[in-house]
C-alpha cells in the first residue's frame, strides 16, 4: 500500500469559511491522504478541528495527528493578528458563522493517526515517522 | 501578571465573593483526576473521581461545587471541574490491551470522544485553567500547543501545573522552558508535594466568575 502526500496553498484554503476548511482537511484525512499546508490554523480552529474529528471517528478512522510550526509575530505583526482575531470573533457573534480567516504563516502537516506514528515537535522544526 | 494579581486583591476588598469555575484540562493520563482527588480532599475530605491507568477514565466533566480554600491572607471558593483529557486520536484498540471486551472497547471509545467534545465545549464556562502536563513526557505535543493557544485567545487565566515529579524521570524544567510565558508550578499530586505553592498560585491569578 502507498501513502498519499497532498501539498494544499493558503489560497485554496484561505478562500473557504472555516467550517468548510475543516470539512476540507477531514475528508482528505479520512480518505488516507497526509496534507501538508501553507498556513497555520487559529487556536479556536485547530480546537474545532479536535471536536470535529471526534464526532467522525469510527473503526477505520480513530483521529488525526497534526504538528504547526508558526512563524512567531512580534511588533505591527502581532497587533495585526490580534486585531484579526478580534474581528473573526465579532463577526462570528453576530452571524453565529465562522468567517473566511486568513492563515497564519508558517506550515501544518495533518495526517491519520493510523499511518501517522509518531510526530517529534521541537520549537523550530519537527519530524513525522508515517507507515502502513 | 502582577497587574492581574493587583486587580484580584483589590476585587476581592471591596466586591462580593464569587466563586472561580476552575477547569483541570491537559492530555489523557496527565492526572488531572489524581490532581481533582487532591484538591477536594485537601478541602472537603471527598475524593471526585476514579483514577485508572487507563486512558479515558473520566469521559464526563467532573464537577465538585463550593470548595472553599483558606490560605494564609485570603479565602477562595472554587467550582472544581475535572475535565475528560483531551485527544486528537481515540482507537478503540488501544483498551483491548487492558483486557476489555471488543464491545466495552469501542463503548468506552465512544464515550471518550464525547467526552472530548464536551472539555472543548466546557473552554467558555471557565474562569481559570490548570493546564496539566505529564513531567517524564514531552511537553511539546500539539494538544498542549493548541490548548494553551485557545486560552490565550480567550483570554483564560492559565497556571501551567507539572505533575508527577515523583516520578525518577520527571523533567519539571523542560516544561517551563517549552512554555516560559505561563505561571507554573511542579507538583505531584499522588504526594501531594507542593501543593500549597498550587493553592498560592490559583489564588493569585484566578480570575473571578460573573
Do not use: C
Request: charged share 30%.
Amino acid at each position: 500500500m502507498k501513502l498519499k502526500l497532498d501539498f494544499v496553498s493558503s489560497t485554496t484554503l484561505e478562500d473557504k469559511p472555516r467550517d468548510k476548511r475543516i470539512n476540507f482537511i477531514l475528508s482528505h484525512v479520512k480518505d488516507g491522504t497526509i496534507l501538508v499546508m501553507d498556513g497555520v490554523m487559529h487556536p479556536e480552529e485547530e480546537m474545532e478541528l479536535i471536536k470535529e474529528t471526534m464526532r467522525r471517528v469510527d473503526e477505520g478512522f480513530p483521529g488525526i495527528e497534526v504538528a504547526s510550526l508558526k512563524k512567531p509575530s512580534k511588533g505591527f505583526g502581532a497587533i495585526a493578528e490580534k486585531l484579526s482575531d478580534s474581528k473573526s470573533g465579532f463577526i462570528k457573534s453576530i452571524t453565529g458563522k465562522m468567517p473566511k480567516t486568513t492563515l497564519k504563516t508558517g506550515l501544518t502537516l495533518i495526517g491519520p493517526a493510523k499511518y501517522i506514528k509518531k510526530i517529534k515537535k521541537n520549537p523550530e522544526s519537527f519530524s513525522v515517522l508515517a507507515g502502513i | 501578571m502582577a497587574l492581574n494579581s493587583f486587580f484580584n486583591w483589590f476585587t476581592g476588598l471591596f466586591g462580593k465573593k464569587k466563586k472561580i469555575r476552575l477547569g483541570i484540562y491537559g492530555s489523557p493520563n496527565v492526572g488531572k483526576t489524581t490532581l481533582a482527588n487532591r484538591i477536594s480532599k485537601d478541602w472537603t475530605g471527598e475524593e471526585m473521581g476514579k483514577v485508572s491507568e487507563i486512558p479515558h477514565e473520566t469521559r464526563t466533566v467532573q464537577k465538585k461545587e463550593k470548595i472553599e480554600i483558606s490560605l494564609s491572607r485570603k479565602k477562595i471558593v472554587l467550582n472544581l471541574l475535572d475535565m475528560p483529557g483531551i485527544s486528537t486520536k481515540i482507537d478503540y484498540r488501544s483498551f483491548l490491551k487492558f483486557g476489555m471486551s471488543k464491545r466495552e472497547a469501542r463503548q468506552r471509545a465512544k464515550e471518550a470522544t464525547e467526552g472530548v467534545i464536551e472539555a472543548i465545549k466546557w473552554l467558555n464556562n471557565v474562569d481559570t485553567v490548570l493546564a496539566v502536563m505529564d513531567a517524564s513526557e514531552d511537553p511539546l505535543t500539539q494538544v498542549n500547543i493548541t490548548l494553551l493557544g485557545n486560552l490565550e485567545a480567550r483570554n483564560i487565566p492559565v497556571i501551567l501545573v507539572a505533575n508527577k515529579i515523583d516520578k525518577k524521570n520527571a523533567s519539571p524544567k523542560s516544561i517551563k522552558e517549552a512554555f516560559p510565558q505561563y505561571p507554573f508550578v511542579e507538583i505531584s499530586a499522588l504526594t501531594g508535594k507542593n501543593m500549597k505553592e498550587l493553592y498560592e498560585a490559583i489564588a493569585s491569578y484566578s480570575r473571578k466568575g460573573k
